[in-house]
């Protein structure tokens, strides 16, 4: 019998994602056409509008997976037209997303993807500040989380939740994602030695390095967990002195990217909140970016009938 799931508490942002199809490659386009200062003009194959942002798509994948999942974010007033009832129905506590008086919208981010899954992205954080947040330790509920995710959001927000969830010794997740290069050399250290897990791309841990003036492998040193994802070429694991590698699943066909890194969190949390060992909450989270992969939006994706494990 499965061990009843831990509570999740995911902050994080909430958004309505623009994303847009180039056919073709962007470094086959490059070689064809000069391009210089990032200027280009790139046909669009496809354009569709969806539900995004990264504590949005983590808490929707965990919704989906049965976590018991309450989301700390805030949002503009568009939020209410549907966007709330979407995560409701997959399961997900919005009783904390704040709404901002007189913040007719939320954050927006457009995404541009080629047929390979690379991306460029451009995000507007919205009308709504966090001002209105509530902290962790301000939920009426924080006595009953288990683990909390910190997903991308202003360094200065992500600083004071994580000083919060150290006093109030819940272990948490430091996802910097774009917000990396924002942070300064003694936020980092602080946040480091915090939190349980570090996760990021390979990018990402690279900025992380060059900030704290290190090299990247000693990053290893500095956190209890380090996780590094690597897209087709799998995860990267350092804990408890040892390195670890889960190799990606074969997709046979990416209909689009967007998200799948939100969605392979959450099957990490899943099998971490389930009582499974680092490397099997990983191969968790391998399955659901892969279902992901294969949906055309962050937040419609399904999983297998049998579900997963």
Known sequence: MLNPSQKILVC????????????????????EYRVEALNASLPIHEYRTCYGGCGGNIAYGLGLLGVPTTLLSHAGDDFE???????????????????????????????????????????????????????PSELSNIGEIDLAHLGPEAPDLMVRQAKDLHILGIPF??????????????????????????????????????????????????TDTLITTR?????DLAFDSQLQHVPAITVQTIVDATGSGDAFRAGLI???????????????????????????SPQDYVLPADGIG
């Open 81 to 135: 037209d549907s966007y709330r009832r979407h995560l409701f129905e997959a399961g997900v506590n919005c009783d904390y997303v704040a709404i901002a008086p007189n913040s007719p919208i939320s954050a927006r981010c457009t995404i541009i993807s080629d047929d390979h899954g690379n991306q460029i992205t451009g995000f507007y954080p919205g009308d709504a500040g966090p001002e209105t947040r509530l902290l």
């Open 12 to 31: 994080g942002s909430l958004a309505f994602d623009h994303l847009l199809r180039f056919q073709g490659s962007f470094k086959q386009y490059q070689t």
């Open 270 to 296: 899943f099998g971490l909140s389930k009582g499974k060992d680092l490397l099997g909450a990983t191969r968790l989270g391998c399955q659901v970016a892969a279902c992901a992969l294969g949906s055309q």
């Open 231 to 235: 897209a087709a070429d799998g995860v």
């Open 173 to 222: 997740i430091f996802d910097p994602g774009q917000w990396v290069s924002k942070f300064t050399k003694e936020d980092l250290r602080d946040l480091l030695d915090y939190a349980r897990y570090v996760i990021g791309n390979e990018h990402e841990m690279s900025v992380l390095a060059a900030t704290l003036e290190i090299p990247t492998a000693a990053l290893a040193g500095m």
